[in-house]
């Protein structure tokens, strides 16, 4: 099965500032990289995602890369603002026809006004 | 909007009960899921299932079970619920991965 590996656990950074969280991943099939976020005391809900025919992906301050040949895929936020603050999980579902997703263990964000 | 509902918030039950978690979506997906969350070990799936009567079992199976009679609803049991099991489930549907899960809010169960 896939195996996800996130880092860090937690990042702190000043509002204004950029964060990355980094996820690797062990199935060399696996082509669609989804990103999270769990804002306190609420589901998880989709922010981007990333199929494995492009390398990066933007939407506003936030983007997605990914790196097939080292099996890691990126969450790069810009600009952050205090709402960002919030646990961000990476997933990948493995091989094609198999559709459950492997999370990471998550990263919480906390930005420092 | 797909709208993914648990029946309850928080429960509160006892070693030993059996429990039931009941999970419904109003879109008509093909793929409901179980997660559970607890901290430092992100979502872990504990069983899926891609069709009515059809299950999987995911990465943490042992001492649950679930039922899918309809499309719409996918219930997780615990057949004798033990302290260890307290978490929060999350359920989960989608018409595939590949365009994104949508989440229920969550179900905090604490067996005392």
């Known amino acids: 099965g896939e195996n996800v590996e996130q880092h860090p656990s937690t990042l702190s950074v000043q509002e204004g500032d950029s964060a990355v969280i980094k996820c690797t991943y062990s199935?060399?099939?696996?082509?669609?990289f989804p990103w999270y976020k769990q804002e306190l005391g609420k589901r998880p809900q989709l922010i981007i995602d990333i199929r494995s025919n492009v390398g990066e992906k933007k939407d506003q301050r936030i983007a997605v890369t990914l790196n097939k040949t080292a099996k890691h895929f990126s969450l790069h936020i810009t600009e952050t603002q205090p709402e960002d603050s919030a646990v961000y999980f990476c997933?990948?579902?493995?091989?094609?026809?198999?559709?459950?997703?492997?999370f990471g263990t998550g990263t919480r964000l906390t930005i420092i006004p | 909007d797909v709208k993914v509902t648990q029946s309850s918030r928080y429960l509160v039950k006892r070693t030993g009960e059996k429990v039931f978690l009941e999970c419904v979506q109003d879109?008509?997906?093909?793929?409901m899921f179980w997660y559970r969350q607890d901290p430092g070990l992100g979502l872990r799936l504990i069983y899926f299932s891609y069709d009515v009567k059809m299950k999987e079992k995911g990465d943490i199976p042992e001492g649950y079970s679930v039922s899918r009679e309809k499309k719409e609803r996918f219930s997780l049991i615990l057949e004798s619920a033990s302290t260890n099991q307290t978490s929060m489930y999350l359920c989960?549907?989608?018409?595939?991965?590949?365009?994104?899960?949508?989440f229920g809010s969550g179900t905090r169960l604490t067996v005392v």
């Open positions: 199935d060399s099939a696996s082509n669609y």
């Open positions: 997933a990948a579902p493995g091989p094609f026809g198999n559709e459950k997703l492997t």
């Open positions: 879109m008509d997906h093909e793929n």
């Open positions: 989960a549907s989608t018409r595939t991965p590949r365009y994104g899960y949508t």
